[in-house]
């Protein structure tokens, strides 16, 4: 069965610390996989996608992710983080041509501690 | 402002009663996605639509869920009937066509809590 596990319900890091949320899948095709933010009072935004090629992409707000086959991983990066990034994160996966297909993990609160 | 609107963004109502939640997307945005978002979970796929094909009606749960888009614009999403169960935040997004059938930008939802 497809499925998106973020092992993580709530992680907080101080700021200016390094962060890294993992996502981890399973999928019978070749995955397309995004990860999507939503702060608090706004609603989801799409952050990175990965579709071919480079298995590091960058995203917006300084994010990466980087694709690992082997671990079938998708983990999400960040060099420094900002009390602004405090937000529920979620990571998905399914096919580039069918909306429907896309399953969302059930998200990972991220807490900035001052 | 040129986001996704949706309306309203909060409803309370009797169990039994019909709903409808309304969602206006980005101006050019040819694809338009509701989901339903319930506590502590992941995001459930409703239905989608692309521009004047016949939308992917796959993920509504029953036949009380119903939805439109008019015009190639705004959308309405019905619940007939309300249940409890129902309650949920609904998000509707939108995408432009080249940009992959994946959402892109999503409003801030309608909370809907039935009593």
């Known amino acids: 069965a497809q499925s998106v596990t973020q092992p993580d319900i709530h992680i907080t890091v101080s700021e200016g610390a390094s962060l890294e949320l993992r996502c981890n899948y399973s999928?019978?095709?070749?995955?397309?996989l995004f990860w999507y933010v939503q702060s608090p009072g706004q609603g989801l935004q799409l952050l990175l996608k990965y579709f071919s090629g480079d298995t590091l992409v960058q995203g917006i707000k300084g994010f990466e992710a980087e694709f690992k086959r082997s671990q079938s991983s998708f983990n999400l990066r960040k060099p420094s983080v900002h009390w602004s990034d405090a937000a529920e994160y979620f990571c998905a996966v399914g096919p580039y041509s069918s909306a429907s297909k896309i399953i969302f993990g059930s998200g990972t609160r991220l807490s900035i501690r001052p | 402002g040129a986001g996704v609107s949706q309306s309203p963004s909060n409803k309370v109502t009797e169990k039994g009663k019909d709903v409808e939640l309304r969602c206006d997307p980005i101006?050019?945005?040819?694809?338009l996605y509701w989901y339903r978002q319930s506590l502590g979970q992941g995001l459930e796929f409703l239905i989608y639509?692309?521009?004047?094909?016949?939308?992917?009606k796959s993920g509504l749960p029953s036949d009380r869920f119903s939805a439109e888009r008019t015009g190639g614009s705004v959308s309405t999403l019905t619940i007939q009937r309300t249940q409890q169960e129902d309650s949920a935040v609904y998000l509707c997004?939108?995408?432009?066509?080249?940009?992959?059938?994946?959402?892109?930008?999503f409003g801030d939802g309608t909370r809907l809590s039935i009593l």
């Open positions: 997004a939108s995408s432009q066509q080249d940009r992959g059938h994946q959402p892109q930008h």
């Open positions: 639509f692309q521009g004047n094909s016949a939308p992917d």
């Open positions: 999928y019978g095709a070749t995955p397309y």
């Open positions: 101006s050019g945005h040819t694809a």
